[in-house]
Structure formats: C-alpha cells, structure tokens
C-alpha cells in the first residue's frame, strides 16, 4: 500500500497533479450546483412577489 | 427534411432541452463515475510502469485527457458560437457560455499537470521556446479573455455576440496547438496517439487513457448540461414552463 | 476603391492635424528599448542576443498602447456609426483604418528601428533582418489588433481587457518575428520562419478587416 503512494519515488508529482485535478473538476461540479440553488430561490422569490 | 427541422426545433426548445437533459443527467453521472474509476484504477494499478519514466508517466491519466478536452471544448464553444451568431439560436448561445469555464479548467489542469509531470521527465518546469506549451498558454488566455470579455459588456446580447466573434478569430490557436508537436520538436514529446497509425504505446497503458478521455468527456457533458440549465432557467424565469417547475415538482 | 482611399487619407489627415499624438508610440518605443539597457546594463555580448526580442516587444507594446484610438475618437462623435450603417463595405474602411493606424504608428516604429538595433549591437546584415520583420510583421499587429478594438471600443475601461484579448494572437508573431533574427544571427537560412511570417501578413489583412467589422457593428448597435 505504501508503495502505491511512494510510486517509484515519484509520488510527490503523481499525487500533487492528481489532487490539484481533483480539485478544480470538484469546483466544477460543485459552483454550478450552487448556483442551480441559488437561482431556483431568486426566481420563488421574484414569483411570489408578483403574486402580491 | 421537414422531420429533421422539426427534431432540431423540438431540441432547440427550452422545456423541451431541461427536461430532456433532466433525464439524461443521472445516466451520464452514473457512466462518468463508472469510467473514472474504472480508468483510474486501470491508470494508477493496472497499467506498467514505463521503462523509461517509471511511474512518473502515469500523470498521463489526467494530463492527455484534459488537454484533448482544452481544446474540444474550445472547439464547441466556438462552433455554438458560430451557430448562435448566424442562426440566432438561444441555446446554442448558452451552450458558448456554459463551455468556457470549464473549458479554461480543462486548460488550467492540462498545464498544470504537464508542468508537474515535467519536472521529473525534462528537469524542468516550463520551457518558454516550447511551441506545444506556449500555445496551450495562450488557449489559456483566451478563455480568460471570452469570459473576462463576456463579464464586462453589459448588455448581454451583445456580450454574446462579441464572444462569439472571438471564440471563432481564436479558432486558429486549436490547429497550431495540435500540429505543433509534429513540427517543432524543442520539448513536448510527439504524438503518441493518432488516428491513422498504430500507437507506440503499450496497450496495457493505452486503454485506461482512452477510458479516461471519455470519463473526462461526460465530465464535460455533465457540467454542460448543468450550467446551461441554470442560464436556461434563468433567462425564461418569465414563462409559464419555468413557473410550473419551480411551483411543482422542481425536476 | 474610392472610399477606401477617402477613409485612407482623412485618418492620415487626422493624424498629422494631431501630431502629438503620432509621437506618443514612437517616444514609447525609443523609451522601452532605452528603459532595457538601462535595467540591464549587460555586456554587450548578451544584449545583442537579446536585441531582437527587445525591439520586437517595444514594438508590440507600442503598438498595443496605440490601438485604442483607431476607432475611439470616431466612435465618440458618431463618425464610425455613419461608416458602418453606410452603403459602403464596413470591412473594407476597416482595412483602411488599419493600413492609415500601420502607417501611423507601425511604420514610423519600423523606420526607427534600425537605429536602435544598432544601439544594441546588431549587426548590420542583423538589422536588415530585423527591418524586414518588423515591415512584415507591424501590419500584422495592426490587423489583428483592429479586432481586440473593435470588440471593446464601447467599454469604458477596456484596455488591460483589449491587451488580454490580442495578447495570444500576438504572441505567435513575436515567436516568428524574433525567431527569424535570432536564426539568421545564427547563420541559418531564414526561409521558413520568414514565409510563416509572411502567410500572417497576408491572412491577417484579409481576415481581420472581416472580424473587425461584425466586432463594430456590435459595439456601436
């Protein structure tokens, strides 16, 4: 198991490529989610204000 | 011809696209997390270190994957761009927009991975008289530039428009950025994997790239579909079809 | 062919009625070029390696700083409105406007300039190079540079957005140009760099003036 973080030496790179990958393509997915709720909320509010 | 118009105007029409991309949604989310794991085992576990970069390699996983996808998204944003100008069709408007961003990540991973994979490879980091990497910057840039252009227009029809315009003149960077490698050999490696010729690669190695491309590939779909959903609602908050979602059972 | 030849010759009127501000590029230039050596103050042997690049930046930089009034002053008192919703081609003032710009400002940079490269130590069979780099290469940043105006001509603060913008299409054409000196410096034949340069020139000036004009006809609408 710890050779497969070691990789032949080069796990410093290996990881480090990975990780900062996972990490923007987890923003990707998680901004648009947000934003989806975040727009849903604005257009409840804006119908219901026009109901009044 | 008519049956083809009308499925193109069927598609074309907002209800229609969200709830059609509502269904398709989960389906690719399942596949893409499949794939992932499926190629990063096979990347990570399954494939042999190479002879002469050891395990090094093995960022190839995600740097090839998200370079391809650089300049594939670039391509469609441009493409919708094109569509949108000429035909005015509002999704594919949407579709441009909803691109870019992940697009510039796509970018941003393939130059940062590259960059990482260099170090132990070349010894260096970056490497300025590299055509391959200078151009793959520059897609950079222009991402940054359609978005930071997008942003400051303030009348949005006209921030597409412009966009569109310059997504097409920045076409000519995704040939120079493919080719480059064929034609200046100062650093990047040459084309390992083409369409004509048999690879140079190892099978072993090949297949859970190529897996990896199409997770990276319904990534990109997924994260399409769900951007575009959201302008898409947005910009039809007005209509009844909206309303009836939001009010209802919010698929 | 008559109304690019009045578009030509009122901006070269405009030009010379304002004479201060032909200067500002070529001041700029000189100032860039000058501004290197004093903050390098390298022997001699290293700046003439680096001479090509310095005068190709200061030439791209002059000329970024000096885009923005190809089609500002005429969008502002509503002169560019009546060019475009005229009967003439919009692209073909825009290739007016872009040669009277390269005349302005590319061409005065790449008369100077042979002057300068020999401050820094060129050669002269260097400089001849680098002459005709520069002659081939200015109209190519003004053409494309036409394109980064265009699209943010209406913007209040689009400068350092224009820059972002023409940025990566300039970049390949400083690769070549500087590429094609430094090549023939080192003694090798400059054929192919110099015909890439070339098929720029040619692509730019017939592309561009396109681009340029649906970028204008969005910004001014």
């Known amino acids: ?52 | ?251 | 062919m008559n109304i690019f030849i009045t578009i030509l010759k009122r901006d070269l009127l405009l030009a010379v009625r304002h004479r201060t501000e032909l200067l500002n590029p070529m001041l700029f230039f000189v100032l860039v070029i000058v501004l290197f050596q004093l903050g390098m103050r390298a022997k001699p042997a290293v700046l003439v390696t680096l001479a090509p690049a310095i005068v190709w930046i200061a030439a791209l930089l002059s000329a970024l700083l000096s885009l923005d009034h190809m089609f500002r002053s005429d969008m502002e008192d509503g002169a560019l409105e009546q060019m475009i919703i005229s009967t003439q081609p919009t692209s073909l003032l825009v290739l007016a406007k872009i040669i009277a710009h390269w005349i302005i400002t590319g061409l005065p940079v790449t008369l100077i300039a042979p002057i300068l490269g020999m401050m820094l130590g060129l050669t002269f069979d260097a400089t001849q190079i680098l002459f005709l780099t520069l002659l081939i290469g200015t109209p190519i940043l003004s053409a494309i540079g036409s394109i980064g105006v265009a699209l943010t001509v209406g913007l209040r603060r689009g400068g350092v957005l224009l820059s972002i913008l023409v940025l990566p299409l300039y970049v390949p054409v400083l690769i070549f140009a500087s590429q094609t000196v430094t090549t023939s410096m080192s003694g090798y034949p400059i054929t192919a760099s110099m015909s890439v340069l070339m098929a720029m020139m040619v692509l730019s000036l017939s592309l561009s003036p396109w681009a340029s004009s649906a970028a204008l006809r969005m910004s001014v609408s």
Request: with cysteine; net charge positive; aromatic share 16%.
């Open chain 2, 1 to 251: 011809m008519n049956k083809i118009y009308k499925w193109f105007h069927q598609w074309g029409s907002p209800p229609t696209f969200y709830k059609w991309s509502g269904q398709w949604l989960p389906w690719l989310t399942f596949f893409c997390v499949a794939l992932f794991a499926i190629g990063l085992y096979g990347g990570l576990v399954y494939a042999p270190a190479d002879y002469q970069q050891k395990d090094s390699f093995r960022i190839i996983y995600i740097h090839v994957p998200a370079a391809w996808m650089s300049m594939f998204v670039y391509l469609v944003m441009a493409i919708s761009g094109a569509i949108a100008l000429i035909w005015h069709i509002k999704l594919s408007e949407i579709m441009m927009l909803s691109s870019a961003s992940i697009g510039a990540s796509f970018t941003f991973i393939a130059l940062v991975t590259g960059s990482i994979w260099g170090k132990p490879t070349w010894g260096t980091w970056w490497e300025w008289g590299d055509a391959r990497l200078l151009s793959e910057l520059m897609l950079l840039f222009l991402y940054i530039g359609i978005i930071g252009l997008y942003s400051a227009i303030e009348d949005k029809r006209k921030a597409a428009e412009a966009v569109s315009i310059l997504a097409l003149v920045g076409t000519v960077n995704i040939p120079i950025i493919h080719y480059s490698v064929i034609f200046v050999n100062t650093l990047h490696q040459g084309p390992t994997v083409s369409m004509f010729d048999s690879p140079s690669i190892d099978t072993r190695m090949l297949i859970p790239l190529l897996i990896m491309a199409l997770a990276f590939k319904l990534f990109y779909g997924i994260v399409l579909l769900m951007r575009s959903r959201n302008e898409l609602l947005w910009r039809e908050r007005r209509s009844q079809w909206v309303k009836n979602i939001i009010k209802g059972d919010g698929t």
């Open chain 1, 1 to 52: 198991m710890s050779e497969f973080f070691y990789m032949g030496g080069y796990g410093g790179y290996i990881w480090s490529a990975y990780a900062i990958t996972a990490v923007v393509m987890t923003l990707s997915i998680v901004l648009p989610i947000m934003q989806g709720k975040q727009t849903r909320k604005r257009i409840e509010q804006m119908l219901e204000q026009e109901q009044d």
